[in-house]
């Protein structure tokens, strides 16, 4: 009989290694899965990680891409990998991430047609203005009432995708645009666009910012006292009360830092690629972006490496999917096969696996 058996401390070997076996199981599963569906695995396999980045036909337009979709991947993931650190569940950055567009899209619209360089910094600014005031919900509620800012801020996604709908179709809407839902086009007027700062590479100003966090939060965790704070409290609660860290302050802290980093990332993404605010604008990116923070360790550097890997499936699902007519259900599954195995295999990281019949002949 198989048991588990609690490690004095956990298995630095286990912990580096369960990311890269976690994603060559998802191909293995994913593979099945592919194959269930009567595709072949190995092309879809080959098709979502491999054509995307080295196929003549697909690479030139593919590879900026891979930064496009990774910029708020890594930009939300650096935001909630704060927070998870120490113990605080932000589960609602898709919220924050449309109260960041919203905010930034109604900003850059109240000056049109204005083409005046100040309008995009102060995009910016009610960009993050946006996503910290909605992650204030739930870090108010849970110091003043004691609520789980799990569910707080995972249902204020709801009420943020109703919010979302009401200004595609009402306030934000284009008036020129002949009725139909969705804003004025901000990525097409000067002034409110977010273009590539280097042609052909998908670098925009989202995609630096999601640089700069990854250099700023290594600098706050490893030399910082409101990093050592954070990890303390994460791995010792007790220990961190007795040192004098204020666990309510710490918690309006990160939560408001991961609203910031999630309505930054709302605001690059509707004034560059998606250019307007419309219904369908939230893309799951604030969900993704918790698959990408535990797939990086919660380490700053490895959610850099995990938003390029998550970013390449996005890309080749999409090529997948047009290729191989792989259904995106299909995509989504792989997709979340991955957090699936990740966390499966976290168990070998604080556990052994032992024989129950060998432990006790140990014993005896």
Partial sequence: MIRLERRPNPSRLWTALTP???VLMTMVAGGMLFAI??????EAIRTIFWDPLFNEQFAAFSRPQLLVKAGPLILIAIGLSLGFRAGIWNIGAEGQYILGAICGAAVGLAFYPSESPLIFPLMVLAGALGGWAWAMIPALLK?????????????????????LASMALGALRNPEGGGFPGSRNLSQHPGTDNPELIAGTGMHWGVAAAFIAVILAY??????????????????????????????LLVVVCLGLSGVLAGLAGLFEVSGPAGQISIDFNSGYGFTAIIVAFLGRLHPIGILLAGLLMALTYIGGELAQFMLGIPASAIQAFQGMLLFFLLGLDVLSNYRIRLAGAAAKGAS
């Fill in 37 to 42: 569906l009567g595709k072949d695995p190995f």
């Fill in 219 to 248: 600098v706050l965790l490893n030399r910082h006292m409101l990093g050592y704070q954070i990890k303390l409290t994460g791995q010792a609660p007790r220990a961190a009360r007795f040192a004098g860290v204020n666990p309510n």
């Fill in 20 to 22: 890269i076996v976690a």
């Fill in 143 to 163: 110091i003043k009432f004691g609520t789980n800012e799990i569910l707080v801020s995972l249902m204020l996604v709801y009420v943020a995708e109703k919010l």
